[in-house]
Nanobody
Framework: QVQLVESGGGLAQAGGSLRLSCAAS????????MGWYRQAPGKQRELVAS???????NYADSVKGRFTISRDNAKNTAYLQMNSLKPDDTAVYYC?????????????WGQGTQVTVSS
């Protein structure tokens, strides 16, 4: 099985920064796209940012210019640097990875980490 463990969430003031990490472990041959999603209370889960194995990135319009996604393929780890945080960024942030286990890719999710931004 593949496990994704997120860390780095917490409380920040508006304008502050946080850095999230997502470490994948298990019998993994390869990880293709890794992404960060978030879900605020009463809202649907939404894509925040994603990065392919070749480091092609994609961002939600709401975080462009403020958040940066990166990854370390040797460590099977993805990061999300969040700067200029806003109260609207408050949500549970989930890591997602498309991992090759055996002969096929499957989608895996982390348990989520809370990010709270105070005004």
């Amino acid at each position: 099985q593949v496990q994704l463990v997120e860390s780095g969430g917490g409380l920040a003031q508006a304008g502050g920064s946080l850095r999230l990490s997502c470490a994948a472990s298990g019998i993994i041959f390869s990880i293709n796209t890794m992404g960060w999603y978030r879900q605020a209370p009463g809202k649907q889960r939404e894509l925040v940012a994603s990065i392919t194995r070749g480091e092609i990135t994609n961002y939600a319009d709401s975080v462009k210019g403020r958040f940066t996604i990166s990854r370390d393929n040797a460590k099977n780890t993805a990061y999300l640097q969040m700067n200029s945080l806003k109260p609207d960024d408050t949500a549970v942030y989930y890591c997602n990875a498309a991992a090759l286990v055996g002969l096929s890719y499957s989608s895996y999710w982390g348990q989520g980490t809370q990010v709270t931004v105070s005004s």
